[in-house]
């Protein structure tokens, strides 16, 4: 299964992403920002970090790299899963390829910290606990994503609307999480939680 | 072409909590200045566009507020000004 991580200037979750990957049966290799096509890869990842600076907005002046246009063709042909990470999932809905937007805390604070969730897949939910870092979390949107959510905090740490912690789109073919999983896969890590989402996202692959 | 000169704001929406303005009306009602200065806080833009005219100038503004500058899911955006230069 091979899996793409974009690289924008300014991401800085790469490594610990690709290694995450590999460790969880992913073949990763990096992809610059300049890239036009995603062809090849099953899966497509935007990992966490401060693209562009974060200037205008987070996630804001990512959306309009040659690589986020190849990702639009991408998804549109169906070709694969992909995956928007903390800021990722920023960069997905200020693309408008996932609904709604992320803005700053209810807290105004940084919150970094491990965060119960319930993790929703296959009418399944079960407990999980992921780390979360982030300023701009805090989901907002003014149409229900109940049916969207997979990922919902238990004791919302921001302020996110719907407990939305993250989300798919309509064709569950991407998918959109404020969560860092990458950081919960190691002994030496938060936890091995994150290997559930990696399954997750495993079986939305195979499942094509 | 011309040259005009633009100056636009950009702010979150009503329905959207605006945490620094908040931060502000609290601060104002606890120095007592003011019980309700029901502040708005945004991002403040200028910037130069060329164009055939101001019709195409506006719609070249309206653009880059819209598509760049604002994210309409949260923001609303607001020209101020445009001004021809000579």
């Known amino acids: ?208 | 072409m011309e040259r005009f000169f633009v100056k636009a704001i950009v702010t979150f929406k009503n329905e959207v909590k605006d945490n620094c303005a908040s931060a502000l009306n609290k601060m104002l009602k606890t120095l007592e200045i003011e019980d309700s200065a029901s502040f708005s806080t945004g991002r403040f833009y200028t910037f130069f566009v060329s164009a055939a005219d101001l019709s195409n100038a506006s719609e070249k503004i309206n653009y880059i507020c819209k598509e760049i500058l604002s994210n309409p899911v949260v923001e609303k955006y607001e020209i101020l000004s445009i001004e021809a230069l000579k």
């Open chain 1, 1 to 208: 299964m091979k899996a793409a991580i974009i690289v924008f200037l300014g991401t800085n979750c790469e490594v610990e992403t690709k290694r995450a990957l590999e460790f969880c049966g992913f073949e990763a290799e990096y992809v610059n920002f300049d890239a036009n096509n995603l062809d090849n890869y099953d899966a497509v990842f935007l990992s966490g970090g401060f693209s562009y600076g974060d200037y205008v907005r987070s996630g804001r002046l990512a959306k309009f790299t040659p690589v986020i246009s190849a990702l639009r063709k991408y998804i549109d042909k169906k070709r694969g899963v992909t995956v928007g990470i903390c800021n990722g999932f920023q960069i997905l809905c200020e693309a408008h390829i996932l609904k709604g937007a992320l803005v700053e805390n209810d807290c105004s604070r940084f919150v970094c910290k491990n965060v119960p969730l319930e993790l929703s897949f296959n009418g399944e939910k079960r407990n999980i606990s992921l780390p979360v870092a982030h300023k701009e979390g805090k989901y907002i949107c003014f149409e229900d994503v109940n049916d969207y959510k997979f990922l919902k905090y238990i004791d919302n740490p921001n302020g996110s609307m719907y407990d939305v912690a993250g989300l798919y789109d309509n064709n569950k073919r991407v998918m959109g999480l404020m969560p860092h999983p990458e950081r919960a896969v190691f002994t030496k890590n938060f936890g091995y939680d994150g290997k559930e989402i990696f399954k997750i996202i495993r079986e939305e692959v195979k499942r094509g």
